[in-house]
């Protein structure tokens, strides 16, 4: 089985588990590392397909990118639809080759409906564009798709609840690298509890993608030691993205 086939079954037995119990508990046993498993067990432990591959032909890279969204509608599966303004799914090429995976959305991503349009996603722009990485070129998304209140951490139910549609997302994007920008995004996707201090600054294999993890960039703007760090990422996701690109 493939890590691409492998990552879709994970999402639909997710998907299988959310219609079998009706979202009655979180369905994971713990809100870190979306796609239970995918970081952390050999892909021979991971559940097998409800239906035989062959059934389930591969959908092209951002094939159903437009379907996921469909499917999450005016999603009210977790508490966060109450307060926000917009639903922010996510931004950029839906055959990204790299993929950036924040939080959640702030106040400025919650009132216009995307995601890093705010004070850091500026900040964020220019870090692409010293790093010769285009915005449009990548996607960019978030753990949850809605606003948390007061811009705390999502909750483990509410990560829980909405990780079947990161996951696709991933699947419908197929990125061969992705960054999780900020110590919430990379102790969810690894499933680790260091600080992002400690996880920053060296590959991750998850799944089969390279995965790098670098400080928030409103992290950046609140302490202006951290830029160093993440422009060292950046030249590594740089360097790495680049090499893709032009083989
Ligand atoms: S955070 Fe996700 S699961 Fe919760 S309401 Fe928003 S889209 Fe739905």
Redesign the pocket.
């Not at 999603?75 to 639809?81: A, F, I, K, P, S």
């Given at each position: 089985m493939s890590r691409s086939e492998d990552i879709r079954n994970e999402v639909y037995r997710f998907l299988r588990q959310q219609k079998e119990f009706r979202y009655p508990d979180p369905i994971l046993p713990g809100f870190r590392g979306i796609g239970k498993g995918i970081a952390t067990k050999p892909v021979s432990a991971v559940s097998a397909p409800p239906a035989p591959a062959a059934t389930r032909p591969a959908a092209p890279a951002g094939g159903n990118l437009t379907t996921v969204r469909e499917d999450?509608g005016e999603?009210?599966?977790?508490?966060?639809?109450g307060q926000?303004t917009n639903?922010v799914?996510g931004v950029g090429n839906p055959n990204a080759k790299l993929m950036f995976i924040g939080e959640?959305p702030g106040a400025d991503e919650d009132r216009i409906g995307e995601p890093f349009v705010g004070r850091a996603g500026q900040l964020l722009d220019k870090i692409f564009a010293a790093a010769d990485i285009r915005r449009e070129d990548v996607y960019i998304t978030n753990i949850?798709?809605?606003r948390p209140p007061g811009n705390r951490d999502?909750q483990p139910d509410?990560v829980t609840?909405?990780n079947p549609?990161l996951l696709q997302q991933i699947d419908a994007i197929q990125p061969q690298l992705i960054c999780a920008l900020g110590r919430f995004a990379a102790q969810t996707l690894l499933d680790k509890t260091e600080g992002i201090g400690r996880l920053r600054g060296r590959w991750f294999d998850w799944h089969g993608k390279r995965l790098i993890c670098t400080y928030h960039p409103s992290a950046c703007l609140r302490n202006e030691s951290y830029k160093r760090p993440v422009w060292n990422d950046f030249q590594m996701l740089r360097d790495a993205y680049k090499e893709l690109v032009e083989n």
């Open positions: 999450l999603c009210t599966r977790c508490g966060l639809h926000r639903l799914f959640a949850v798709k809605c999502p509410e609840t909405c549609f």
